[in-house]
């Protein structure tokens, strides 16, 4: 889908009521910053929770012993009841019931076909069905039905490579197939081999409650078309295309998925987990693989991403380990973390959103992408974030994101003309070869702590923006000189800036402190650099400040910042005292206070940066541009 329809379905979710198994609405983005210059643009993303109603059958396995028997033996199928016919085969339900299956099965079928009202219940107590022409598992009409997967019990369903169809369809197409509503429960196991196209399929919702399930399949492994909703289940997930996938394109209200738990173990051609409009998970362990994981030079045919959605992708807790060869967590439309751990690996970009992205708390990890975090408006709140990019850090794009060499892999046209970063609060290291913190528009920091390792060469900087107000919170950069900026006049909390006369080598320390020796900063950038700007409350008008270079300290080193030791042995390069809100000193380089940054990437035009910024940490090619 084009974006533009995407971002009229987060409008229409604010009018609109959903259902009684999911409610949406949704609210303003309230502004956060204290710039009187900054005004944080309006956007309007669904805030209420998902929520799907399970009811009592879903949470509660029936008992084997309390069903119908129906014995598989070979080729024939034993069976005394009047819900059940039997014909050559195939076995068909066609009254509400419970139905316990166990036996093998070849070449033959369960299906469900019946009108009556109530639900039917398959009960799968150690089974081995096999289909060379069709669906081994074929729901074509029921209120509801319920597979339960036997305590104890192992069970498999395999079809073949073809199938046969009646006149006039496509249906079925997974192993498992469902024209209704569709439960998996119980605490036995499960594997499906989808050799024709899909895993599991439900063209209604598809409700996953308990049981350890592996599906292998040739396309998509598990699809809900109305939603997905799963809990507490262990999921191994094999398949050339999507791992999970709900796909309802036709109403802003469906089309969901929801996780409240359970481990997923995905090995995705295509994307790990996809919802056509969103994606809430509220915990579980997530193990996530696309398309050969991010060391893949990936050429963006197909998708490749690890958590998707169309309208909004909401984390609030859970175990992330993601291995992509595109975006590791991606939304058309907005995005919001409020807590998870999470080891990111991405050929692209670590977590992207076309239009808002928040992360309010958790532990993000992104060990390698080509740009960490990207959105038009950027609100950090809260959370310990490490990133390693290859190109920018933090990213806020507007319009046309062309931020390096021939745009960056899967350059996006955002909807949004200016961008805003806002950081007001949490702890954020970048460590990144292109601009660190770049905002192709406004940024503000109000709060929190933020570590930049900024490019080596002069093509990019540390800090890239329009306009940069700091009213609290400590920032540190380091990096190159030749693009390097300073925050904004127009801040209310002072900053220095110091530029060396010659590259300094990586590790060597840069001590600031007062005449009197109280100490302000002790930095050991992780990269060679020629310039620093720090900000800090401990900066103080009408103060004058010394700074030094090399020498050690015994202090506590986190990510280079040394605190609570004595520093000793270096050199004294300045002296500056403080009467403006940015105060610069050293060599002549960069664009000075607050100045002329170059929204957009290198010299704003999206002109070629030096030799080797913008590749990928080996050196590697970045992937070629996708839609």
Request: charged share 15%.
């Amino acid at each position: 889908m084009k974006k533009t329809f995407f971002i009229l379905l987060i409008l229409a979710l604010a009018l609109t009521a959903c259902s009684a198994s999911a409610t949406v609405e949704t609210n303003s983005v309230t502004d956060t910053s204290t710039s009187s210059e900054t005004t944080q643009q309006i956007a309007d993303i669904p805030s209420e929770p998902l929520s799907v109603n399970f009811a009592d059958e879903d949470l509660n396995p029936v008992d084997a012993a309390s069903a119908v028997a129906i014995t598989f033996s070979g080729d024939s199928i034993t069976v005394n009841c009047d819900g059940a016919t039997v014909n050559g085969s195939t076995v068909t339900i066609t009254a509400p019931g419970s139905y316990s299956f166990s036996g093998n099965l070849n070449n033959g079928q369960i299906a469900v076909d019946t009108d009556a009202e109530g639900t039917v219940n398959l009960i799968l107590n150690g089974v081995n069905i096999a289909n060379s022409q069709t669906a081994p598992i074929f729901i074509r009409s029921a209120d509801k039905t319920i597979i339960t997967l036997a305590d104890g019990r192992q069970n498999t369903v395999t079809d073949g490579t073809t199938y046969i169809f009646e006149s006039d369809t496509d249906e079925p197409s997974a192993a498992i197939f469902s024209k209704v509503d569709l439960v998996i429960n119980g605490n036995g196991s499960l594997t499906v081999n989808g050799n024709y196209n899909n895993g599991i399929a439900s063209k209604d919702y598809l409700r996953i409650i308990s049981g350890n399930i592996t599906v292998n399949a040739v396309n998509d492994g598990i699809r809900g078309k109305n939603y997905i909703a799963v809990k507490d289940a262990t999921i191994t997930v094999n398949a050339g295309g999507d791992g999970l996938q709900s796909n309802n394109d036709e109403d802003a209200e469906k089309g969901y998925i929801l996780i409240e738990g359970s481990t997923f173990n995905i090995t995705a051609g295509m994307d790990g987990i996809q919802a056509e409009t969103r994606l809430t998970i509220t915990g579980g362990t997530f193990n996530i693989s696309t398309h050969g994981g991010s060391t893949v030079n990936y050429e963006f045919e197909e998708s490749a991403k690890g958590l998707k959605a169309g309208v909004d992708v909401t984390i609030s807790g859970g175990t992330f380990n993601l291995d992509t060869a595109d975006d590791a967590v991606h939304s058309n439309g907005s995005i919001t973390i409020n807590g998870g751990d999470f080891q990111i690996s991405a050929g692209d970009d670590a977590v992207h959103a076309d239009v808002s992205l928040t992360v309010n708390d958790g532990n993000i990890n992104i060990i390698k992408s080509y740009e960490g975090l990207e959105s038009v408006i950027l609100t950090i709140n809260g959370g310990t974030i490490h990133l390693n990019s290859a190109d920018d850090g933090i990213n806020g794009a507007g319009g046309a994101d062309g931020s390096s060499v021939n745009g960056r892999p899967g350059q996006n046209q955002f909807e949004a003309s200016n961008a805003q970063v806002f950081l007001n609060g949490g702890y954020l290291y970048i460590n990144a070869q292109g601009d660190g913190l770049d905002s192709n528009g406004t940024m503000a920091m109000s709060g929190g702590t933020v570590i930049v390792n900024g490019p080596t060469n002069n093509g990019n900087g540390s800090l890239d923006f329009g306009t940069f107000d700091i009213t609290g919170g400590f920032l540190i950069t380091a990096g190159s000189s030749g693009m390097a900026q300073s925050p904004s006049t127009t801040s209310t909390q002072y900053s220095i800036m110091y530029n060396f006369d010659t590259m300094q080598s990586a590790g060597t320390l840069v001590h600031v402190q007062t005449e009197s020796g109280e100490e302000v900063l002790t930095f050991a950038p992780a990269k060679e650099y020629q310039s620093i700007v720090l900000s800090s409350p401990a900066l103080v008008n009408g103060t004058t400040y010394v700074v030094f270079t090399g020498g050690s300290s015994t202090g506590t080193n986190v990510d280079g910042l040394y605190t609570n030791g004595t520093y000793s042995a270096g050199t004294q390069i300045a002296s500056m005292a403080i009467s403006s809100m940015v105060t610069t000193a050293g060599a002549a380089g960069g664009f000075g206070p607050g100045g002329g940054g170059r929204p957009g990437g290198p010299g704003g035009d999206g002109s070629m940066p030096p030799s080797g910024e913008g590749l990928p940490p080996d050196g590697s090619t970045p992937p070629a541009p996708h839609p």
